[in-house]
T-cell receptor, first 114, second 116 residues
Framework: AQKVTQAQTEISVVEKEDVTLDCVYETRDTTYYLFWYKQPPSGELVFLIRRNSFDEQNEISGRYSWNFQKSTSSFNFTITASQVVDSAVYFCALGSGNTGKLIFGQGTTLQVKP | IAGITQAPTSQILAAGRRMTLRCTQDMRHNAMYWYRQDLGLGLRLIHY???????GKGEVPDGYSVSRANTDDFPLTLASAVPSQTSVYFCASSDSPGHINTGELFFGEGSRLTVL
């Protein structure tokens, strides 16, 4: 069975702190995809990143970076120098290679205080 | 470009009533999905459709039905609403359900449904 676990329900940091959101996944598929979505207070779901199972290179996009480690089935997300606008719920999701369906984690609520 | 349009945005409904949430996309995506979002549970797949004319059950299909008469529309129907169906419902689409697709979903803005 496929499963995504985001063990951190809520995280609170002060602006400019670095913060890492954890994501652990389970799948028997050899080809799969991992995603992070952001849901700001306005409610929409914003795509952040997609990672293929055969590409373990870490990725950096501005203040955002992602660490994909197949050995530990983890796909963690780090925000460097956090800002108040980063306050949102963040979802990690897993998709198999045969379908567009995604399995979502429970979400981590990040609060960045000024 | 509208992307995915959901209606209504918000609705309060009496238990036992029938309700249809509408979803329309203008991206000509083959695959469409309905998710519900509940606090502490993330998003869970209700039903999906890989292409017009076909539908499938997701994680939590009971109490819901869908149809896919054409590429653009994917309505979700609650035949007899119950309070446990109080949730935020998101419609989504992706360009292809096959293995060449990375599974990236484009979401609508959500429909908040309250069943009393």
């Amino acid at each position: 069975a496929q499963k995504v676990t985001q063990a951190q329900t809520e995280i609170s940091v002060v602006e400019k702190e670095d913060v890492t959101l954890d994501c652990v996944y389970e799948t028997r598929d050899t080809t799969y995809y991992l995603f992070w979505y952001k849901q700001p207070p306005s409610g929409e779901l914003v795509f952040l990143i997609r990672r293929n199972s055969f590409d373990e290179q870490n990725e950096i996009s501005g203040r955002y970076s992602w660490n994909f480690q197949k050995s530990t089935s983890s796909f963690n997300f780090t925000i460097t120098a956090s800002q108040v606008v980063d306050s949102a719920v963040y979802f990690c999701a897993l998709g198999s290679g045969n379908t567009g369906k995604l399995i979502f984690g429970q979400g981590t609520t990040l609060q960045v205080k000024p | 470009i509208a992307g995915i349009t959901q209606a209504p945005t918000s609705q309060i409904l009496a238990a036992g009533r029938r309700m249809t949430l509408r979803c329309t996309q203008d991206m000509r995506h083959n695959a469409m999905y309905w998710y519900r979002q509940d606090l502490g549970l993330g998003l869970r797949l209700i039903h999906y459709s890989n292409t017009a004319g076909t539908t499938g059950k997701g994680e939590v299909p009971d109490g819901y039905s869908v149809s896919r008469a054409n590429t653009d529309d994917f309505p979700l129907t609650l035949a007899s609403a119950v309070p446990s169906q109080t949730s935020v419902y998101f419609c989504a689409s992706s360009d292809s359900p096959g293995h060449i697709n990375t599974g990236e979903l484009f979401f609508g803005e959500g429909s908040r449904l309250t069943v009393l």
